[in-house]
């Protein structure tokens, strides 16, 4: 019988619910908590609080999962320190490593790879791989719907969870740089700057697609804290990322175009870039050229926007999506010949390399496939897990193939 651990997991319960699936499907599951906020959300046959600091976390992990005979581990994100031991103690042991994360494609779909996610993603993405595949043409289920006020629910009620056991687990510290408090007046933050951007924003994108269509330049920021930029890029922050693309579009682009730099809507209540905007725009003398926005619809601006920067978001794949020639910054798994431009950001400005459409579909057809599951971690809950077994059914076989000696017998 199989026997699965999870790890952190999304805020919200949907571990806990994939758990119980799993569980009233003769899985043996386990949950190891790492605070209060995981164990408010967490259900499990065996539930365990990991109380001591990292330095005891890899002989605590190793030794918990040849005591309980565990086959599979699973998590959300791999990058978490935690979580990077605790994927290393799993090749060394051969036992299989899911890592769940917001979905490749948005907004409809959440990802979940076994080995790592993103940059870690062992699935392979070479042309010959893609082109090779023959899609299932699998049909998306339906559309998620607006999940924004569920997740900052989630989100609260975790970091107070968390806030109040704090004294149970002493030595854990967040991935997140903010305290519980800071966190929970940003979030309602957030919510007096949804309202208030609704307001200062009208006519802005009538302005973007009437006499600035095909005229600048897009620039999606990312959250400030995510792994994407801290794990799978050269760069060091938000700020820095920022200063880079204004100084080269300064320096390379058409004069008369303009640069749009849009906000993550999940990073709104959290932080600010317009001084900062404003002053790179006189040092690099770009003034009158930058729109900074947040909450423009973000497909309406591809379709008519000359061209997409991102650092890794996969706004990219996105942008692909709609022809939009791309330029990636970091490292991603979808910055390929024939989809991205190749020669750098300075050349970008002037001579984008165009997207083929055609290796896009089937890039997209094969990511779909291979990676993402219909749903979403806070709506639709259910639906969404039976697609997680499937997912997990079909991967097993694969799982085998890969490591012989593991079963991944998760359904």
């Known amino acids: ?5 999870f790890l952190q997991g999304p805020h919200g319960p949907f571990f806990a619910q994939l758990a119980r ?28 609080d990991f109380t001591g600091g990292e330095s005891d976390w890899s002989a605590f992990f190793s030794d918990y999962l040849s005591k309980n005979n565990v086959d599979t581990v699973i998590c959300y994100g791999d990058c978490r320190r935690l979580h990077t031991i605790a994927k290393s103690i799993c090749e060394s042991k051969g036992i299989a490593f899911g890592v769940f994360e917001e979905g490749y494609l948005r907004p409809d779909f959440i990802t979940l790879e076994f080995g790592g996610v993103n940059a870690h993603s062992r699935t392979d993405w070479s042309r010959e791989a893609i082109n090779s595949y023959l899609a299932r043409e699998r049909k998306p289920v339906k559309s998620v719907g607006q999940t ?30 903010l305290s519980w408090l800071g966190e929970g007046v940003c979030w309602i933050r957030s919510f007096y700057r949804k309202g208030l ?38 760069l060091v922050s938000i700020e820095n990322a920022i200063e880079v693309v204004l100084q080269s579009f300064a320096q390379n682009a058409p004069k008369g175009s303009m640069m ?13 870039y317009q001084k900062l905007i404003r002053e790179l725009e006189t040092r ?41 020639p ?23 400005w002037s001579q984008p390399d165009p997207v083929d459409p055609e290796f896009f579909q089937r890039f997209r057809a094969y990511l779909y ?20 077994c499937r997912r997990l059914t079909e991967a097993r076989a694969t799982e085998r193939r890969r490591q012989p000696e593991t079963e991944v017998d998760l359904v």
Not at 200 to 214: F, H, I, N, W
Not at 260 to 272: A, E
Not at 290 to 316: A, K, R, W
Not at 326 to 346: C, E
């Open 1 to 5: 019988m199989s026997v699965a651990v």
């Open 21 to 48: 699936r799993l569980s009233q499907s003769g899985v043996i599951t386990h949950k190891i908590n790492f605070n209060g906020g995981d164990r408010y959300f967490a259900w499990a046959d065996f539930q365990v």
């Open 148 to 177: 924004f006020f569920r997740r900052a629910r989630f989100a609260m009620a975790y970091y107070l969870a968390m806030r109040v056991s704090q004294s149970e687990f002493p030595h854990y510290r967040h991935h997140r740089s």
């Open 197 to 234: 951007y609704k307001l200062m924003e009208r006519g802005l994108t009538a302005r973007l697609t009437g006499e600035l269509s095909g005229r600048y330049f897009l620039f999606p920021l990312q959250t400030r804290d995510d792994f994407q930029l801290r794990k799978h890029s050269d």
């Open 260 to 272: 749009v730099i849009k906000h993550h809507p999940m990073d709104r209540g959290f932080c600010h």
């Open 284 to 324: 690099y003398q770009i003034t009158g050229r930058v729109i900074y926005c947040h909450d423009l619809h973000l497909p309406t601006l591809l379709d008519h926007t000359l061209g997409v920067v991102t650092i890794n978001s996969t706004v990219g794949i996105s942008a692909l999506f709609h022809e939009v």
């Open 326 to 348: 791309t330029q990636v910054l970091g490292r991603s798994l979808y910055d390929l010949p024939g989809l991205t431009h190749q020669g750098g950001l300075s050349s970008f």
């Open 369 to 388: 496939d291979k990676t993402q599951v219909d749903g979403s971690f806070s709506r639709h809950i259910a639906a969404t897990i039976d697609g997680v």
